[in-house]
């Protein structure tokens, strides 16, 4: 007798469930996809899994975990599709899915299949996937959606294809502060194209809009319109969805949301969806975290409390800090020189950008649907995120980038 775990596609385990338990094995679970199978995995005693080979049902992580405890393992191609995912991930010969039981007994009985190497690229090489770069900050509008707009105008003027992701579940605004329409938002049909495997270059181009700005192009996918639509933004399905656009920009901003709280000590249920699951996911995904505080008392200390829960998810050296609206009238004289006296000894930072305070060029992006720096590309605010851009995320890729007339790199009066 085997206790098996199924993560099957419908069609596939309506034919092989009756028949494993005619054989007398028992079904210990029957989870609807690799991100719950993973989950039971990690709490409960079983001794093979049976799985789909398409991404919803099984992916690298699941059958990493499913060979470390022991599991014997056979994956179930359907498809030519499942086929190819299935040598992804080192089963170069997965069960057909209209093969008998009796083939799968055999198999399970000699251990399952065993992962080969698979020589894939190198996914810190530019050239293979794209960077994630999360803008967050705490609650109070410290200026996170302002942010990601300049630095994704940014790194697209510099040739790169830009991706910008409003993954705010509370008060997304990325679509509204570009004058785009929102609908049909476009990281909602992302994540259900997710969850069914299919999630595309081609989907998301489709699903996706351009931001035609005065100095280069960048692609947005659209948040939520309406906070209520937040168990669409699943931790798994967000995931997915920043790992695709790693193969379909150079560079993906993602705008977040300011709670980083989790529920699981409040919620019974495992597999329940999680409110903040998109910010939580999102931040962990990213290779860089940009941190945005505002520069008065309040901002301040919002920000150095909010900042230790960031580092329970991230790790420190991932995080960049900006502090932005700085201004003397309200913090005193000598601004820049307190903030950095006050974060170094309440949150213990000691490397920050500081954004000088210009509500006449965001009020100019806001009004006419730009971003910051085509609005106005010589506010000092433009020159510090200009730079801190330069510093900290403009890694190019190792492709040609797309050209650019050369009037496009010249500087617009405001």
Not at 259 to 265: F, G, S
Not at 345 to 364: H, K, M, S, W
């Amino acid at each position: 007798m085997t206790a098996v775990v199924l993560s099957l596609a419908p069609h596939v385990e309506d034919r092989l469930l009756p028949q494993l338990l005619d054989e007398g094995h028992v079904v210990v679970a029957r989870p609807a996809g690799a991100a719950e199978a993973l989950a039971i995995l990690e709490r409960m005693d079983a001794d093979a899994l049976v799985a789909s080979a398409s991404p919803r049902h099984c992916d690298g992580a699941l059958l990493a975990a499913a060979r470390a405890r022991g599991l014997a393992v056979v994956l179930v191609a359907g498809s030519a599709a499942d086929r190819e995912h299935a040598v992804a991930l080192g089963v170069p010969d997965p069960l057909p899915a209209d093969a008998e039981v009796r083939l799968l007994l055999e198999r399970l009985e000699r251990g399952g299949q065993t992962p080969q190497p698979v020589d894939r690229p190198d996914p810190a090489s530019p050239a293979a996937r794209g960077r994630v770069t999360a803008v967050w900050g705490p609650a109070g509008a410290p200026g996170c959606t302002t942010t990601a707009i300049a630095l994704a105008a940014e790194l697209a003027a510099g040739g790169l294809r830009v991706a910008l992701v409003d993954a705010d579940t509370i008060g997304a605004a990325v679509a509204p502060a570009l004058g785009l329409f929102d609908e049909a938002p476009g990281l909602a049909a992302a994540c259900r194209l997710a969850a069914a495997g299919a999630l595309t270059g081609a989907e998301l181009d489709r699903v996706a809009q351009q931001h035609r700005g005065s100095r280069a192009a960048f692609s947005v996918l659209t948040g939520i319109g309406r906070p209520s639509r937040w168990p669409e933004l699943s931790t798994d399905r967000v995931t997915k969805v920043l790992d695709a656009c790693r193969s379909w920009a150079d560079h993906t901003i993602v705008d977040t949301g300011f709670n980083l709280e989790t529920d699981e000590e409040i919620v019974s249920d495992l597999f329940a969806p999680r409110r903040n699951a998109a910010t939580i996911a999102a931040v962990r995904a990213a290779d860089t975290v940009v941190a945005v505080g505002a520069a008065d008392p309040v901002g301040l200390a919002r920000f150095v409390r909010a900042y230790g829960d960031l580092l329970e998810l991230v790790d420190p050296p991932a995080v960049r800090v900006v502090i932005g609206k700085v201004r003397a009238s309200a913090v005193g004289i000598g601004p820049a020189g307190q903030i950095r006296a006050s974060l170094l000894r309440f949150g213990g930072i000691d490397d920050v950008t500081l954004v000088p305070n210009d509500p006449a060029a965001c009020d100019a992006a806001l009004l006419t649907g730009r971003s910051l720096p085509e609005a106005a590309p010589r506010s000092a605010a433009t020159a510090a995120l200009r730079r801190f851009t330069a510093d900290h995320l403009a890694e190019r890729p190792d492709r040609e980038p797309r050209r650019r007339p050369a009037w496009l790199g010249r500087a617009q009066p405001a």
